[in-house]
């Protein structure tokens, strides 16, 4: 392990470790402490709430906030960054980074302490007073969050360490070493295949199938997408019949549909729907940052910070008929909202030409002479993102159901070829898009091309797409053509000839694909 990772993660479990101190000379009679908490089922929920804010605070917006689609989603082919002058984010679109880049420790450091906290709850969960079956959702809750936070680990940085217990000394946080890419993955799947037969359907006080807490259908989908890493050019394990049937599980479950009207999804009003399976929370003091982030300068009271947009390539590949091109891209904006073109009082800004021309990027050079697009996914801010202080209360998506149809159409395919449930499944997705169904007589090739196409299109700018492009083991020759990454992107090395595949990385060098 290199010295500045190894002191990322010292940092992060000292301070999870030495965080209570006995300096105090009082001793408080009533006071939570390892030997007292968790007790009861409230503390339990607290214990897990604990949890949640490695994904939602810290200081600089380090995980979800904006950490996690900094490193994961600018990155891909389908975003640019707008300001080669702001370094370490540039870095990244760029893949130009060092392991010294602000982003890459920043969420290093949350998935460590989350992991950490998640173990401290499987240890003691089984000490808790609460009955059986809800020690058993808690359990399973921190399994997964366990299961989560490696998941994301070692698709970034591939051989991480694989951290199965507490740790409560500095001196025991030092000996920490990485664990091969496959360890990994493989306790990943076993933490995840254990959480499913603990977590419920739905949490017995929750108001909407996905509040923020793991369930059994999130265990699944996760596991899904597990199996299918497993089985790409990273692991190159063949697990598609494991990921085809934790897909089905979670299609079988029936608590989970597709919202009619793709545009409806990326309403704040309707968070937590019928179609999120699960999903980063943010509401009031906790509000996303990156969302905003994505709007254009110069738009009146809903400019947004103008960091990123997306390309004119990514968008001419949608058909004008799908459902899903106009939700999913910001070529025009009414101010203030909801007012009508050429109406009194309603200015219009377009992306393609003036007057508010948000799109021209020509001063960049001879790869941005086109008018780029923003995102449009993210737009909803409750009517003034000026009013919200450049954050908006809408979640971020980690898994929908759309995503499960495609990962069951794709592994269903790989493992036994384009079965007429695996057409079911991706014809279900598209028509909700007012796509035309795919007919049978496609080949397995054919109908993976498809497959990997309708992921493009239904979960851009979700995180999605770079660790698509690793499992494919099309990375490199994808990003090599992008105006930006090609600056620094590097080729694939001989992977089969690392023994145990085991690769000292530090933070961020798993983005490369020499990995």
């Known amino acids: 392990m290199r010295p500045k990772t190894l002191f990322s993660l010292l940092a992060v479990l000292t301070f999870a470790v030495l965080g209570c101190t006995d300096f105090l000379a009082e001793e408080p009679e009533d006071f939570f402490s390892p030997d007292n908490f968790p007790a009861t089922e409230g503390d339990l929920k607290i214990a897990l709430g604990g949890i949640d804010n490695w994904y939602t605070g810290g200081t600089n917006q380090p995980y979800?906030?904006?950490?996690?689609?900094?490193?994961?989603?600018?990155?891909?082919?389908?975003?640019?960054?707008?300001?080669?002058?702001?370094?370490?984010?540039?870095?990244?679109?760029?893949?130009?980074?060092?392991?010294?880049?602000?982003?890459?420790?920043?969420?290093?450091?949350?998935?460590?302490?989350?992991?950490?906290?998640?173990?401290?709850?499987?240890?003691?969960?089984?000490?808790?007073?609460?009955?059986?079956?809800?020690?058993?959702?808690?359990?399973?809750?921190?399994?997964?969050?366990?299961?989560?936070?490696?998941?994301?680990?070692?698709?970034?940085?591939?051989?991480?360490?694989?951290?199965?217990?507490?740790?409560?000394?500095?001196?025991?946080?030092?000996?920490?070493?990485?664990?091969?890419?496959?360890?990994v993955y493989s306790a990943v799947a076993a933490d995840l295949e254990e959480a499913a037969t603990l977590?419920?359907?739905?949490?017995?006080?929750?108001?909407?199938?996905?509040?923020?807490?793991?369930?059994?259908?999130?265990?699944?989908?996760?596991?899904?997408?597990?199996?299918?890493?497993?089985?790409?050019?990273?692991?190159?394990?063949?697990?598609?019949?494991?990921?085809?049937?934790?897909?089905?599980?979670?299609?079988?479950?029936?608590?989970?549909?597709?919202?009619?009207?793709?545009?409806?999804?990326?309403?704040?009003?309707?968070?937590?729907?019928?179609?999120?399976?699960?999903?980063?929370?943010?509401?009031?003091?906790?509000?996303?940052?990156?969302?905003?982030?994505?709007?254009?300068?110069?738009?009146?009271?809903?400019?947004?910070?103008?960091?990123?947009?997306?390309?004119?390539?990514?968008?001419?590949?949608?058909?004008?008929?799908?459902?899903?091109?106009?939700?999913?891209?910001?070529?025009?904006?009414?101010?203030?909202?909801?007012?009508?073109?050429?109406?009194?009082?309603?200015?219009?800004?377009?992306?393609?030409?003036?007057?508010?021309?948000?799109?021209?990027?020509?001063?960049?050079?001879?790869?941005?002479?086109?008018?780029?697009?923003?995102?449009?996914?993210?737009?909803d801010a409750d009517g003034s993102i000026a009013n919200n202080n450049g954050r908006t209360n809408l979640n971020w998506p980690i898994y929908r159901f759309a995503e499960v149809l495609l990962m069951f159409a794709e592994a269903e395919n790989e493992a036994t070829g384009p079965t007429t449930a695996a057409y079911t499944a991706i014809n279900r997705v598209r028509t909700r898009a007012a796509l035309p169904n795919l007919t049978a007589g496609l080949t397995q090739a054919q109908f993976r091309d498809s497959v990997h196409q309708e992921r493009s299109w239904e979960l851009a700018f979700e995180s999605k797409r770079l660790f698509d492009l690793k499992r494919w083991g099309t990375f490199y020759s994808v990003l090599s053509t992008d105006r930006v990454a090609k600056i620094g992107i590097q080729p694939f090395k001989v992977f089969l000839a690392i023994p145990q595949r085991e690769i000292d990385l530090a933070p961020g060098l798993g983005q490369n694909p020499g990995y």
């Open 64 to 183: 979800f906030i904006r950490g996690w689609p900094m490193i994961t989603e600018v990155p891909s082919d389908q975003t640019v960054y707008q300001r080669p002058t702001d370094v370490s984010r540039f870095e990244q679109d760029s893949y130009t980074f060092t392991p010294a880049n602000e982003w890459l420790w920043r969420v290093w450091r949350q998935i460590y302490g989350a992991i950490n906290q998640a173990n401290i709850l499987i240890q003691t969960v089984p000490e808790s007073s609460a009955p059986p079956a809800v020690k058993n959702r808690y359990l399973g809750a921190a399994l997964f969050h366990r299961a989560f936070n490696h998941f994301n680990a070692v698709r970034v940085w591939g051989s991480v360490p694989l951290m199965r217990a507490p740790v409560t000394n500095f001196a025991a946080a030092a000996a920490i070493t990485r664990a091969p890419i496959e360890s």
């Open 199 to 379: 977590l419920p359907l739905r949490w017995p006080d929750a108001l909407t199938p996905d509040d923020g807490r793991p369930t059994q259908g999130a265990a699944y989908a996760m596991l899904a997408d597990v199996y299918m890493n497993m089985s790409g050019a990273i692991v190159q394990q063949n697990h598609w019949t494991d990921a085809a049937r934790a897909a089905k599980a979670v299609i079988d479950s029936g608590r989970y549909t597709l919202v009619p009207n793709f545009a409806d999804l990326w309403l704040i009003k309707n968070k937590n729907g019928p179609e999120h399976i699960y999903s980063i929370q943010f509401e009031g003091l906790g509000r996303n940052l990156f969302t905003s982030q994505s709007r254009p300068a110069g738009i009146g009271i809903e400019s947004g910070i103008n960091y990123w947009y997306t390309t004119p390539e990514f968008m001419n590949t949608f058909s004008a008929a799908d459902a899903r091109k106009g939700p999913t891209f910001l070529t025009r904006v009414n101010v203030p909202t909801g007012c009508t073109t050429g109406a009194s009082g309603c200015t219009t800004y377009r992306y393609d030409s003036l007057p508010g021309f948000f799109g021209d990027k020509r001063a960049r050079g001879v790869d941005f002479q086109q008018p780029f697009p923003y995102y449009g996914k993210f737009y």
